[in-house]
């Protein structure tokens, strides 16, 4: 049977291994363990596994009798045995989908109920703002420092995840025709949008990081302060994008796709690829480098399908294409030519 214990111990070498000595001589296996430094002690909790027949209170003496203090022991499940972290980061993904109330992922983090009005029991609790409401977490055990200040990061969290899904916008028309066009000044609103729309997982394929939220001033660098961009536009709703990257005056530069989900395998990345590797191709660049990761299946498509010279590399979780640009045919300004089987007008003014 398992159990969830909590308890404080003193705070000197040799403490926790006599809970675990004893412990083991009762033939009770510690499966996890999570630490909570204070002033004064070390607060503990552990889920063991007893043999048949123990009762709560047989674990407690149990614990007691290795100089645990302040012990709460209750039931546990299988659930018990994720750790932390994982939870947290599953919780994470709670909130951004919207699949449960945000109260209660996170009463659910810290092992009690929730709350949002009312006189408080005699319970302990925990008291926060999340996303615009009191809400109070009680459950038996007290809360640590260490739980408080995570239930705070995770109530910021939430804020900026809300904050984000109001930024969404109007879902462009999927029967809308799609036009390719260099990046302007003021484009950088309907990114932030557009980044809004898509998952989590497309947004990490892009930038190697979970970035929850685009801010301004990443959203004005990339539609072309610090590079040039291509943009893929749903009448006025950004739908994709491709940014070149002039790395400290390297002959190669680098190419960077980011396709909204609902967007993805219909041409739009070769579109944009196709666009943006022209405009090089004027300037006298014989290659483009794409970077991504090799477990993004668009990428590995994106590459092969685009109809040029192209030397793919892996290496670990890293994906690296090289792209041959030499022989494309060169446009001058305001021609039109054909990407993907679709007009797109080259422009000379730098983007």
């Known amino acids: ?53 123990w009762r709560m209170r047989d674990v407690a003496g149990l614990v007691e009798e290795a100089g645990g203090r302040d012990v709460a022991v209750c039931d546990a499940s299988d659930h018990s045995l994720t750790d932390a972290p994982t939870r947290y980061l599953q919780a994470v993904r709670q909130v951004h989908a919207a699949e449960i109330p945000v109260e209660e992922v996170l009463a659910h983090l810290l092992e009690g109920t929730v709350s949002t009005d009312g006189p ?119 739908v994709g994008l491709a940014t070149v990257a002039r790395r400290g005056g390297g002959t190669t530069p680098e190419l960077s796709v980011l396709v909204e989900d609902a967007w993805q395998g219909r041409g739009v990345g070769t579109r944009l690829v196709h666009a943006a590797t022209r405009m090089l191709a004027r300037e006298g660049y014989r290659g483009v480098l794409l ?30 294409a090289l792209v041959g640009i030499a022989d494309l045919p060169v446009p001058t300004a305001g021609d039109p030519v054909t990407v993907g089987g679709a007009a797109a007008e080259v422009v000379s003014a730098p983007v």
């Open 291 to 320: 970077r991504g990761q090799a477990d993004n299946p668009g990428m590995l498509a994106l590459v092969t399908g685009l109809g040029l010279t192209v030397r793919v590399r892996m290496a670990g979780d890293a994906l690296t």
């Open 120 to 238: 408080e029991s005699l319970e302990h609790s925990l008291a926060l703002e999340v996303v615009g409401r009191r809400v109070v977490v009680r459950r038996t055990a007290p809360f640590t420092p260490t739980e408080h200040a995570r239930a705070a990061a995770f109530a910021e969290l939430a804020e900026a995840v809300a904050g984000a899904g109001s930024e969404c916008g109007a879902v462009p028309d999927p029967q809308a025709a799609v036009q390719v066009r260099p990046g302007r000044v003021g484009d950088h609103v309907a990114l932030q949008r557009m980044h809004a729309r898509c998952s989590a997982a497309t947004v990490y394929h892009r930038f190697g990081v979970p970035l929850l939220r685009l801010n301004e001033r990443l959203a004005r660098r990339l539609v072309g302060l610090d590079g040039e961009s291509v943009l893929a536009m749903a009448g006025e709703e950004v």
């Open 1 to 53: 049977m398992l159990w969830r214990v909590r308890t404080t111990l003193a705070d000197r070498p040799g403490a926790l291994a006599r809970l675990a000595q004893c412990c083991g001589e009762r033939e009770v296996n510690i499966l996890a363990l999570q630490i909570f430094p204070d002033v004064g002690g070390v607060t503990d909790e552990l889920v063991l596994a007893t043999p048949g027949g």
